[in-house]
């Protein structure tokens, strides 16, 4: 076969390949669905807390929720770098555990200053652990699902990394959608319980990426 045969051949039915703009929209409107989704789940089975069960203690929501939007603004901005090929986002992605530091110091520097170490098991396990555990995985699952749907609109390379990140913001998503229900207000359950919610579902995230995202 001729050269010029060849590329004929190979040029032939080609589709091009979507842009950049297309791959953000994709992504933005994956983070949306997904967050409303999560807060959707979390009314139709948990529910919002209520003034029955001690009502909102803002200032606690608030450190919840702005825990959860940093890792979910870092992550979101990594993702934007791992969705093109070739990019490892490595700077980037050490800033991701910088929250998470953060966050497990102030837990231990709180303990700390409690004068008694009989109150840390109520502090660090709260009154609703298990729900904890429970609900953020599930809330993550289809900001995860539609984050995947995203990224393979893309073309990612590093596939454990892009899936772990995918985790993270998911579960933070979850973990959002959980603060709203959430009846524990000490900084030690956030560090311990949020945390580690958070970083299962990165981990997870690590586990299927290589699967899920593969081309």
């Not at 997904?34 to 959707?40: E, K, M, Q, T, Y």
Request: aromatic fraction near 10%; hydrophobic fraction near 55%; charged fraction near 10%.
């Amino acid at each position: 076969m001729k050269t010029d045969q060849l590329i004929d051949m190979l040029s032939t039915n080609l589709e091009p390949v979507k842009g950049s703009g297309q791959v953000r929209k994709a992504f933005a409107m994956a983070l949306v669905i997904g967050g409303a989704a999560s807060f959707c789940l979390m009314l139709a089975t948990v529910g919002m807390r209520t003034a029955a069960s001690g009502g909102f203690h803002p200032a606690f929501l608030v450190l919840k929720l702005l825990f959860m939007l940093v890792l979910i603004a870092v992550g979101t901005a990594l993702l934007a770098q791992l969705i093109r090929p070739g990019q490892d986002g490595r700077r980037l992605y050490k800033v991701v555990f910088l929250p998470v530091l953060f966050v497990g110091l102030i837990g231990v520097v709180t303990l700390a200053f409690q004068p008694s170490s009989a109150a840390w098991g109520r502090m660090i396990m709260g009154t609703q652990w298990a729900t904890c555990v429970l609900c953020i995985p599930l809330f993550a699952t289809i900001p995860f699902a539609a984050l995947i749907w995203a990224l393979r609109k893309g073309a990612p390379t590093n596939l454990t990394r892009t899936g772990a990140i995918a985790g993270l913001v998911a579960g933070a998503l979850g973990a959002a959608a959980y603060a709203f229900h959430c009846p524990d207000d000490s900084l030690p359950f956030i560090a311990v319980w949020y945390r580690a919610m958070v970083t299962l579902c990165a981990w997870i995230g690590a586990r299927l990426g290589p699967w899920l995202l593969r081309w």
